[in-house]
């Protein structure tokens, strides 16, 4: 039996950060997160990106180097109260200002109020949106089964008992791998919300079982392991992607199928 659930380097635990709004705060968010080792997600919407100078795309590329840009839309509307066509104007126009100052492809989302359906979901889709974080906390640790609906952890606030729980069933083969907090960056207001993420951090960062990732990465991970090539008696395995693979065999096995190789065991 095979099982995809292992991640880069063999590690079967998962952390990822996702903010949204864009906000002066996210200057400082993102160096605590990369002076922690941890990556995060700044999920952005028009007021941050419309009208920028050469300067102010350099700053901005600069502030979240390291983490994943990724859409809002652009002016942070409710998407299940518009017309098809707004909605694509709004993600569309989102992702051009985005990959101005990413340079990269811009494909993630957030929900602008975690607002979605099954409906908006194909317009999302049509859209090149691959992934997108909704606001329905699941206070456990699930690995997303539609990515278009994208089901968080917990928001930062009540992240702290639960970083806990994910640490003290690290080892557990019966609990959750992902631990998935968002929030927004204009919330940590005084000194105190800073030294309250400072310390969620310490607790989460530098853990060798925990592979610390962007939403992106998670997506393109995920996605990739299952274009894996197993042949029935599961002794050979083709990996046709870029990325190198990992997966579980008989619960006892790690293997490592690196980028574009084929391995038997
Ligand atoms: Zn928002």
Same mark, same amino acid.
């Given at each position: 039996m095979i099982q995809y659930h292992v991640f880069p380097g063999g590690k079967k635990r998962v952390v990822t950060f996702s903010y949204d709004d864009g906000h002066i705060n996210d200057e400082r968010l993102a160096k605590l997160f990369t002076e922690k080792g941890i990556k995060a997600t700044f999920h952005l919407h028009g007021k941050y990106t419309e009208n920028l100078t050469e300067t102010e795309v350099t700053n901005l590329r600069k502030r979240y180097e390291g983490h994943e840009i990724s859409c809002h839309t652009l002016h942070h509307g409710w998407p299940t109260r518009m017309p098809q066509q707004s909605l694509v104007n709004e993600i569309l126009e989102n992702r051009k200002h985005l990959e101005n100052i990413a340079n990269y492809p811009v494909v993630g989302m957030s929900y602008p109020s975690g607002d979605y359906s099954d409906e908006t979901d194909s317009v999302f889709k049509a859209c090149g949106i691959v992934y997108?974080?909704?606001?329905?906390?699941?206070?456990?640790?699930?690995?997303?089964?539609?990515?278009?609906?994208?089901?968080?952890?917990?928001?930062?606030?009540?992240?702290? #008992?639960?970083? $806990?729980?994910? /640490?003290?069933? !690290?080892?557990?083969?019966?609990?959750?791998?992902?631990?998935?907090?968002?929030?927004?960056?204009?919330?940590?207001?005084?000194?105190?919300?800073? #030294?309250?993420? $400072?310390?969620? /951090?310490?607790? !989460?960062?530098?853990?060798?079982?925990?592979?610390?990732?962007?939403?992106?990465?998670?997506y393109n991970y995920m996605t990739a392991q299952r274009q894996l090539v197993i042949s029935l008696d599961e002794k050979t395995f083709t990996n046709p992607t870029a990325l190198d693979l990992w997966v579980e065999k008989d619960k006892t096995q790690i293997i490592k199928i690196p980028a574009g190789q084929t391995v038997r065991i």
């Amino acid at each position: 039996m095979i099982q995809y659930h292992v991640f880069p380097g063999g590690k079967k635990r998962v952390v990822t950060f996702s903010y949204d709004d864009g906000h002066i705060n996210d200057e400082r968010l993102a160096k605590l997160f990369t002076e922690k080792g941890i990556k995060a997600t700044f999920h952005l919407h028009g007021k941050y990106t419309e009208n920028l100078t050469e300067t102010e795309v350099t700053n901005l590329r600069k502030r979240y180097e390291g983490h994943e840009i990724s859409c809002h839309t652009l002016h942070h509307g409710w998407p299940t109260r518009m017309p098809q066509q707004s909605l694509v104007n709004e993600i569309l126009e989102n992702r051009k200002h985005l990959e101005n100052i990413a340079n990269y492809p811009v494909v993630g989302m957030s929900y602008p109020s975690g607002d979605y359906s099954d409906e908006t979901d194909s317009v999302f889709k049509a859209c090149g949106i691959v992934y997108s974080r909704t606001v329905n906390s699941t206070n456990n640790f699930p690995l997303p089964t539609n990515f278009l609906q994208w089901h968080p952890t917990c928001h930062h606030s009540s992240a702290l #008992a639960l970083c $806990d729980k994910f /640490l003290n069933n !690290i080892d557990s083969e019966w609990t959750l791998p992902l631990f998935y907090v968002w929030g927004h960056s204009f919330e940590l207001t005084t000194e105190e919300d800073w #030294a309250y993420m $400072d310390t969620l /951090l310490d607790k !989460i960062s530098g853990n060798d079982k925990i592979w610390y990732a962007t939403n992106i990465e998670i997506y393109n991970y995920m996605t990739a392991q299952r274009q894996l090539v197993i042949s029935l008696d599961e002794k050979t395995f083709t990996n046709p992607t870029a990325l190198d693979l990992w997966v579980e065999k008989d619960k006892t096995q790690i293997i490592k199928i690196p980028a574009g190789q084929t391995v038997r065991i």
